[in-house]
């Protein structure tokens, strides 16, 4: 079982920037493919960023691409998001998502991850 708290939310005006963090416990970190996805009000979840096992592979949904990074550092089991130039639309609920990552799975299906955070407010404001 994995457990997953983020931290590092909060307001900041548009053009600002955050830098999210999700620490997992347990032991088997480095087997997992991490995602950060988001939820507005009124809105459905939706696909953020997603990293592999090792780091070597990312993935950005479209809005996010170019402003947000996604990191991970697996000697200390943190995820991290690191997200410049935000935008009001950015404002939403954060939540960091892991899954046993294999070949082929499909990174941006949240459906498909076996564990969840509790989610970090981000709030930017104009």
């Known amino acids: 079982q994995v457990q997953l708290v983020e931290s590092g939310g909060g307001l900041v005006q548009a053009g600002g920037s955050l830098r999210l963090s999700c620490a997992a416990s347990g032991r088997t970190f480095s087997s997992y493919r991490m995602g950060w996805f988001r939820q507005a009000p009124g809105k459905e979840r939706e696909f953020v960023a997603a990293i592999n096992w090792s780091g070597g592979n990312t993935y950005y949904a479209d809005s996010v691409k170019g402003r947000f990074t996604i990191s991970r550092d697996n000697a200390k089991n943190t995820v991290y998001l690191q997200m410049d130039s935000l935008k009001l639309e950015d404002t939403a609920v954060y939540y960091c998502?892991?899954?046993?990552?294999?070949?082929?799975?499909?990174?941006?299906?949240?459906?498909?991850?076996?564990?969840w955070g509790q989610g970090t407010q981000v709030t930017v404001s104009s």
């Open positions: 998502a892991a899954v046993i990552d294999t070949r082929g799975l499909a990174y941006a299906v949240s459906s498909l991850y076996q564990h």
